[in-house]
């Protein structure tokens, strides 16, 4: 499974920014998906992740009420909707995919990052 994330740049603070993130081949009926992200200086952390059927949806909580994590399945896409970003949110983001019993803390498969910057 290759994944490609897309969206990222550069936004002010309050603004709204939706990454997505394609997957090469049909998500398996195990895949859940998820999305981290990493900024300068720290390490990579879980930010959102989504069930194969959608249904299930876990949010760290800086992120919460905030972003929304979504998917589409027939596309082989998943998103990460963003509002009301912040400095704080700046980081690359990664998306990922594996068994939903590990995906908020070892996914399987990484994508490549894409670079959020918020300024204030």
């Known amino acids: 499974v290759q994944l490609q994330a897309s969206g990222g740049g550069l936004v002010q603070a309050g603004d709204s920014l939706r990454l997505s993130c394609a997957a090469s081949?049909?998500?398996?009926?195990?895949?859940?998906m998820g999305w981290f992200r990493q900024a300068p200086g720290k390490e990579r952390e879980f930010v959102a992740s989504?069930?194969?059927?959608?249904?299930?949806?876990y949010y760290a909580e800086p992120v919460k009420r905030r972003f929304t994590i979504s998917r589409d399945n027939p596309k082989n896409t998943v998103y990460l909707q963003m509002n009301s970003l912040k400095p704080d949110d700046t980081a690359v983001y990664y998306c990922?995919?594996?068994?939903?019993?590990?995906?908020?803390?070892?996914?399987?498969?990484w994508g490549q990052g894409t670079l959020v910057t918020v300024s204030s």
């Open positions: 081949e049909r998500f398996s009926s195990n895949s859940a």
């Open positions: 990922a995919a594996g068994p939903r019993s590990t995906i908020t803390t070892m996914p399987e498969y």
């Open positions: 989504i069930s194969t059927s959608g249904t299930s949806r």
